[in-house]
């Protein structure tokens, strides 16, 4: 029913919703995988960058970590906590997602995780 639901053309907050469901409903049945493939599929139709579902070399890792670090170079912490709130739904959505996929993807292909976590 989830399946028949995700292939119809409908809002992409209840789409959200529905794979939401999906992931959680795997993952209380001890599957880790398929929500994964869930939330990686989600992310990508969101036009998000999307992490190959493959090892990570720690090369790439290191890369990503520089990046994140160049990008907060002259940040304080309370820069970072006086932001303005998220008012892009679509990047909420893919930050909610990212939350579900962290906790999957550590049992899937743990050298993924730090990508989810730098973006």
Partial sequence: ???EVLSKDIDTVEKYRVSDIKMKSFLAAGKVN???N???EFI???GLPTPRKKPTSKFIIIREYMRLKRLLKNKTAEDIAN???LDDKRQEMGQRMNELL???IFHVEPTMLPLIVFQ
Avoid: S, Y
């Fill in 1 to 3: 029913l989830i399946d």
């Fill in 34 to 36: 398929e929500p994964t």
């Fill in 38 to 40: 869930v939330a990686l």
């Fill in 44 to 46: 990508h139709q969101l």
């Fill in 83 to 85: 932001l303005p709130d």
């Fill in 102 to 104: 962290g906790i999957c």
